[in-house]
């Protein structure tokens, strides 16, 4: 969760949002590939939210446009204010529960809204993961469905941005390079998971987003 959220962030200060999404096309899908594949309910997963997928996809392709085409200053803002409202909301985390019946309609509604999200910020956090925290998965299978709608995200992003120009297959190379520091930092994540406790971790994690969400959403007024 935290890679394609705290990447886009570092480097939408640095260098167009478009460019940056581009970037971590290749590093996104195999981490969340791998987090897909972590447990034996890749089936049962995709039976239940293929249509929050489906939507996912065309909201994100429909809505890629605006990344490449809104002034790069309110683009920031725009995912600066993504990085916060997710913050804020995961520091408190309201106990949510979505009933079966209200999850047959909800589901494309939030696949909707959360591809429009991804296809203008990059960021596919809101409100896909809080959707997901509420239908009553197991710890491993809600791994698993993070992973997936994780994975179709980044491909409909990358989809997007090919379909706009904004994507070509030489950047897959890049693209490439950059899996070697993901990983790293994946596997350091880890070691410095182990030595702190969890809700430490957490905390530290969400108050990055916070500054960070905070320079991106000032952009445009300096």
């Not at 299978?141 to 990358?158: D, I, P, R």
């Not at 994540?189 to 320079?215: D, T, Y």
Request: net charge positive; with cysteine.
């Amino acid at each position: 969760m935290g890679l394609p959220t705290v990447a886009m962030g570092l480097l939408g200060m640095f260098m167009p949002l478009p460019i940056a999404a581009a970037l971590l096309v290749l590093p996104s899908f195999v981490t969340n590939v791998l987090q897909l594949f972590t447990g034996p309910s890749v089936k049962m997963i995709v039976s239940r939210l293929w249509l929050m997928m489906l939507l996912i996809v065309v909201g994100t392709v429909a809505a890629s446009s605006l990344i490449i085409t809104v002034n790069p200053a309110w683009s920031a803002f725009a995912l600066g204010t993504a990085l916060i409202v997710y913050a804020v909301f995961a520091m408190f985390s309201p106990s949510l529960t979505v009933s079966e019946a209200s999850e047959k309609w909800l589901s494309p509604v939030i696949g909707g809204v959360t591809g429009i999200i991804t296809g203008a910020t990059g960021v596919f956090v809101m409100p896909a993961v809080p959707f997901l925290q509420s239908l009553g998965l197991q710890k491993d299978e809600l791994v698993q469905a993070l992973g997936l709608s994780f994975t179709v995200s980044t491909v409909a992003l990358a989809a997007g941005l090919y379909l706009h120009d904004a994507f070509r297959v030489e950047q897959l190379s890049l693209s490439l390079f950059s899996l070697v520091p993901a990983l790293a930092g994946m596997w350091l994540g880890q070691k410095v998971r182990a030595r702190i406790s969890a809700r430490r971790f957490r905390q530290c994690f969400l108050l990055f987003l916070m500054v960070l969400g905070l320079e991106l959403v000032s952009r445009p007024f300096v």
